[in-house]
């Protein structure tokens, strides 16, 4: 199990939380907590409800649609950010690549540190517009480039 300040450290390497000040971060770290998987093993399944977000800490996530990879992810990325704010069913599945260590943030506990600490949300809300930003700019340089790109082309917004 690791110290608050180890979490921290951890923390401030992922985008979502980056612009956070430590004392802050260190509130969003007494609320997270340690989850392993193990290979293969799914962790979020597309269309299951979603009031939770994970970091990931250690080792690789894939975020797919069926057997369609979306994106890996690594160390210091975070996946199901919209439903910390917003719970709705998952737009995708998340499964562990490698073993894997994610910190895990529940929505009630993230609400009542928002609420004390208003910089954790522009941080997050940041972070998912640069986000869609990104998925736009890929999705009008796929059009620029091939006119007949298909709908599977287009970028998914993640679990």
Do not use: N, W
């Not at 000040?21 to 969003?28: G, I, Q």
């Not at 977000?53 to 369609?68: A, C, P, S, W």
């Amino acid at each position: 199990m690791l110290l608050t300040i180890e979490k921290v450290a951890i923390l401030r390497k992922v985008a979502i939380f980056a612009a956070t000040p430590d004392h802050v971060l260190a509130s969003v770290a007494q609320i997270a907590t340690e989850e392993t998987f193990e290979p293969g093993q799914l962790i979020m399944r597309e269309g299951d409800f979603g009031d939770f977000m994970y970091i990931v800490v250690d080792g690789q996530v894939r975020v797919h649609k069926d057997e369609q990879t979306i994106v890996l992810l690594d160390a210091g990325a975070s996946v199901g950010e919209l439903a910390v704010l917003d719970p709705e069913p998952r737009s995708a599945s998340v499964t562990a690549t490698t073993g894997t260590m994610l910190f895990r943030i529940d929505k009630e506990p993230f609400d009542e540190v928002m609420a004390d600490r208003p910089e954790i949300a522009q941080g997050v809300l940041r972070a998912l517009c640069d986000r869609i930003r990104a998925q736009g700019q890929t999705l009008s340089s796929g059009l620029h480039t091939s006119a007949d790109m298909t709908p599977s082309a287009t970028p998914e917004p993640l679990a």
